[in-house]
């Protein structure tokens, strides 16, 4: 595996931690994958648009379902909040970082690198893992959502993609 594959691959679980971290999230990091050796300052980062919002033509919905709705996205905006100074944190590895509800109790966290990365390596390596995922959003990430009002069965999905916009990974957890 090449240098640059190694080093922004390392820093996969970093930027989700770090997003449950400065979202109020209680926990740490299981490891410090963030590499001592300095990145180029070239990341473009753009934060999601605006939350949806409801037409005039949506069907009526009762108020658990608003407060259910109002709750994720007031996670959302706490996760978004973050991406600045993680972009920052992390200069050079991801061009764009969005993060979009999934209605009625799910975020999806979609990262797109600043570098090509090989698809087949990126993805073993992801696959790899998965564990570390799944302990990441049980231990901090659904928590921090249930401390806004989200309410469960709360799901979350992670999407990694390459500079041309093409999936390098993707995966939907369940709590």
């Known amino acids: 595996m090449n240098h640059a594959l190694r080093r922004n691959l390392s820093i996969v679980l970093a930027v989700p931690v770090g997003l449950a971290m400065l979202a109020g999230c209680a926990g740490e990091s299981p490891n410090d994958p963030l590499?001592?050796?300095?990145?180029s300052p070239t990341a473009n980062a753009t934060q999601a648009g605006p939350l949806p919002e409801?037409?005039?033509?949506?069907?009526a919905v009762d108020d658990g379902d608003l407060d259910a709705a109002a709750a994720l996205d007031a996670y959302v905006k706490l996760e978004?909040?973050?991406?600045?100074q993680l972009v920052e944190t992390y200069d050079g590895?991801?061009?764009n970082i969005a993060i979009d509800p999934i209605y009625p109790s799910g975020?999806?966290?979609d990262y797109t690198y600043v570098d090509e990365l090989d698809a087949d390596e990126a993805s073993a390596y992801f696959e790899g893992q998965v564990e570390a995922f799944q302990s990441l959003l049980v231990d901090q990430v659904f928590p921090s959502m249930a401390a806004t009002g989200v309410q469960g069965p709360m799901n979350a999905e992670y999407v990694f993609?390459?500079?041309d916009g093409s999936v390098l990974w993707s995966k939907a957890f369940t709590e």
């Open 93 to 95: 590895v991801y061009s």
């Open 107 to 109: 975020v999806r966290y």
């Open 80 to 84: 978004r909040d973050a991406i600045p």
């Open 161 to 163: 993609r390459n500079p």
């Open 35 to 39: 590499p001592t050796g300095a990145v």
């Open 54 to 59: 409801a037409s005039d033509d949506s069907p």
